[in-house]
């Protein structure tokens, strides 16, 4: 039979690209001053799209973490066993600081460079970001605390992944993770009952129960207990400064429907020791600028996976040919392409627009400060939302083949849905834009000046800004209304920000089917006139 196994019309594998070649990624970094990383994001694009990079993101999904309560000689250890290829992972996102680096770089731009870098990595795995991007976010809550940063934000910016529980002072560098929700709240993390007592000699002593803990074997936690101020944050280290373990005890690994490269566990902290972080009483307001770095990096990796798995639909439509001809010269095939394209290039513009407001409100720019209170949580609730769908799209472009393990369309599928999940789910990021508005007007003054520095450039676009502060205006059921305002106010702003900053290919397209309603309900129903080979060229693999 082997005639019938000889293989035609099949698709190259996609590798031997350079993900650094992306168009709305590198306008942005030039708007925000920091061109200076090309070089080394170059570097790290041309390894993102390299076959190897490939095989290290499988091996870690399909060789799951697996957890070891006790040695061989029934000595409790609490340990999680890793494959290789995550610490290979692990290694290259540290090396290239994509952790807490940019909080020692003085360089213009700090921040969007890595938040630019850590979009292209996690375009290969999504998994190892997480305990990289706690890593990154645990660092302003530490500030708080100037003897606890000065002692560990130079291990935290380290570019030395140092694997293994050591104390540590004896390291060279250090990952941090969380450890905030219990099982009776979730994000109502005032409903807490882990208990910390001060033990007299400046530490406090936690006892309780933890329902998620994402990268159990980082070296550091930031967490929430009720200390007798109130609930308030401290931070735990896995090991001791006397060598011994703290009393951090994994009661088992969760089963996950994606990041499965990616340990999360429940622990219980059995007396565990821990240092008070900020004041007692205070710990939601000690913890929330590390929420909202990780929610930037939320929105970095819904745009991570819009970009890939468009890259792998446009590749595919470009190589297989269906009914005489090649998808990718198929007039439906062409509007789902560029509808996909449009989607990913929006997520990215606005994702680095907010890396770029870190940048300059770190700096002191109380403007873009309260732009970025109330755009990062617009954005964070809409951006995530898009994802599960956009990848769906994508993985159906590749027909059967794409619901096929070996693609790599199912894993990008099953990672979709949980940024939009972390850090608080739908209801809690859109009714947080709701409390940023209530809570400093100055943020919507903010908000609506970013999109007015776009006006009279689109007649779909200057309606919407009118509706929206018609919308805003309106304050009965707002709290029912939430998800369509909220929607409406991320819409808009990606809109305003590719009419400045995008060829008119792209805003045109964007406002008339996004704003102007000449668009389904699915992908793939943009209006007719769109020029879908600018949208479809911006998303193709570009060779390394």
């Known amino acids: 039979m082997p005639h019938t196994h000889e293989v035609t019309n099949q698709v190259p594998l996609p590798y031997g690209h350079n993900t650094a070649e992306d168009p709305a990624m590198l306008a942005a970094l030039h708007r925000a001053g920091a061109d200076w990383v090309l070089p080394e994001l170059h570097e790290l694009g041309r390894l993102a799209g390299t076959e190897q990079a490939a095989e290290w993101g499988r091996l870690a999904n399909e060789n799951e973490p697996v957890l070891h309560t006790h040695d061989r000689f029934g000595h409790r250890i609490d340990e999680v066993e890793f494959h290789p290829a995550w610490h290979e992972l692990m290694t290259i996102a540290v090396e ?10 003085a360089r213009p731009g700090a921040h969007t460079a890595r938040a630019a870098k850590f979009y292209l990595w996690s375009q290969v795995e999504a998994g190892h970001g997480c305990p990289i991007s706690m890593t990154y976010a645990a660092v302003p809550a530490l500030r708080t605390t100037p003897e606890l940063a000065g002692w560990l934000e130079p291990l935290l910016a380290a570019r030395h992944y140092d694997f293994g529980l050591r104390e540590p002072h004896g390291k060279r560098g250090l990952i941090a993770g969380m450890s905030m929700t219990e099982k009776q709240g979730g994000s109502d993390v005032r409903t807490n009952t882990t208990v910390a007592l001060p033990a007299g000699d400046g530490t406090y ?21 009720q200390a007798p101020g109130g609930l ?35 622990l219980e902290y059995e007396e565990a020791v821990g240092w008070l972080v900020g004041e007692e009483g205070r710990g939601v307001r000690t913890i929330i600028e590390m929420v909202n770095m990780t929610r930037l990096d939320c929105t970095l990796g819904a745009a991570a996976g819009m970009r890939v798995a468009v890259q792998r639909a446009v590749q595919h439509a470009t190589h297989r040919k269906a009914f005489g001809a090649e ?37 002191g720019d109380e403007d873009e400060a309260d732009f970025r209170r109330l755009a990062l949580a617009v954005t964070k609730y809409w951006t995530c939302k898009r994802g599960p769908a956009h990848a769906a799209e994508a993985l159906e472009c590749l027909g059967g083949n794409g619901y096929a393990e070996e693609s ?6 099953r990672e979709a849905p949980l940024v939009s999940i972390w850090e608080g789910s739908g209801n809690v990021a859109a009714l947080d834009a709701l409390r940023a508005m209530a809570r400093n007007p100055r943020s919507v003054d903010a908000y609506f000046a970013e999109l007015e520095a776009a006006a009279g450039a689109d007649r779909h676009l200057d309606a919407a800004v ?40 792209v805003a045109d397209a964007f406002c008339a089917s996004r704003l102007g309603g000449d668009h389904g309900a699915a992908f793939g129903t943009l209006p007719t006139g769109v020029d879908t080979e600018t949208l479809i060229s911006r998303a193709a693999m570009v060779q390394a």
């Open 96 to 105: 290239h600081g994509l952790h807490a680096a940019p909080w020692q770089d």
């Open 205 to 225: 002593h936690l006892t309780g129960h933890k329902w998620f803990t994402s990268a159990p074997m980082s070296d550091v936690f930031l967490t929430l207990a």
């Open 232 to 266: 308030s944050c401290f931070v735990l280290p896995r090991v001791l400064p006397d060598g011994t373990r703290n009393a951090l005890r994994i009661q088992r690994l969760k089963d996950k429907l994606g990041n499965r490269s990616n340990a999360s566990c429940e």
């Open 327 to 363: 998808l990718i010269h198929q007039p439906l095939m062409r509007n789902v392409l560029a509808d996909l394209s449009l989607e990913s290039e929006a997520a990215t513009t606005v994702a680095l627009r907010l890396a770029e407001a870190t940048d300059r409100s770190l700096g």
């Open 408 to 413: 790599g369309m199912p894993r990008i599928y």
């Open 466 to 505: 009118a509706g929206l502060r018609k919308q805003l205006g309106d304050t009965s059921e707002l709290e029912y209304r939430t998800r369509r305002v909220v929607e409406q106010m991320a819409v808009t702003l990606q809109a305003a920000l590719l009419v400045r900053h995008a060829p008119a290919a």
